[in-house]
């Protein structure tokens, strides 16, 4: 068990709805990055916080977002969503300043139908 | 040309065998290089970190990195049915609070009893 726990584990929706996924890091980690895997693509960065803060965007669209909360989980909004968004999406953590390695949690499988 | 390139394998193996796994990059600011194990359905796990070139060994892991020639590599000696599972290379060009990790598409190991 990484520690990082991940929220819900499956999804089913429809296109076009919006859904919320939730990650709350290991104790005491600031950072949380959110990851999306697909077969095609494999893991793709989507977005990084620190403490509450953005500190590195990657390849995420613009109808996706994310924020992290003062007690330091965060939450991954997905809007307008179609079928291609059908994916695993992780999220990570890892400690302070001085980063030695990130811990994944088990994901939330997502299928849009 | 993709960052990060991973042979996806499938490759298989009877147990015992030595199994090498590798990865070629072309961003020479990379400095940080990490392997991830991955079983089905799960997060992935670190297996091992390296901070620049030279080689690190853990148990049956070992991790060598060449930045001259922009190659990494896992080698797993003795390798075990539970070391069935898709190995992912990853790779940062920061540390700290502005990690970001690149990963490969990962390789599907298969190790028969």
């Known amino acids: 068990d990484s520690g990082v726990t991940q929220t819900p584990k499956h999804l089913i929706t429809a296109t076009g709805q919006r859904v919320t996924l939730r990650c709350s890091p290991r104790?005491?980690?600031?950072?949380v990055y959110w990851y999306q895997q697909s077969l095609d693509q494999g893991l793709q960065f989507l977005i990084q916080?620190?403490?509450?803060?953005?500190?590195a965007k990657g390849n995420i669209l613009e109808r996706f977002s994310a924020q992290q909360f003062p007690d330091l989980h965060s939450e991954l909004n997905l809007s307008s969503l179609e079928l291609g968004d059908s994916a695993l999406y992780f999220c990570?953590?890892?400690?302070?300043?001085?980063?030695?390695?990130?811990?994944f949690g088990q994901g939330t499988r997502l299928t849009v139908v | 040309q993709k960052e990060v390139e991973q042979d996806p394998g499938p490759l298989s193996v009877p147990e015992g065998a030595i199994v090498s796994l590798n990865c070629t990059y072309s961003n020479s600011a990379f400095q940080y290089f990490m392997w991830y194990r991955q079983y089905s359905r799960k997060g992935p796990e670190l297996l091992m970190y390296?901070?620049?070139?030279g080689n690190k060994e853990d148990g049956r892991f070992t991790a060598q990195v060449d930045k001259s020639s922009k190659y990494i590599s896992l080698f797993i000696r003795d390798s075990q049915p539970s070391d069935s599972a898709t190995y992912l290379c990853?790779?940062?060009?920061?540390?700290?609070?502005?990690?970001?990790?690149?990963f490969g598409k990962g390789t599907l190991l298969t190790v028969n009893p």
């Open positions: 990853a790779m940062s060009d920061s540390g700290g609070s502005n990690y970001k990790l690149t």
């Open positions: 990570a953590s890892s400690g302070g300043q001085a980063l030695t390695e990130a811990f």
């Open positions: 104790s005491g980690d600031l950072s």
């Open positions: 916080y620190y403490n509450g803060e953005e500190r």
């Open positions: 390296t901070y620049s070139s």
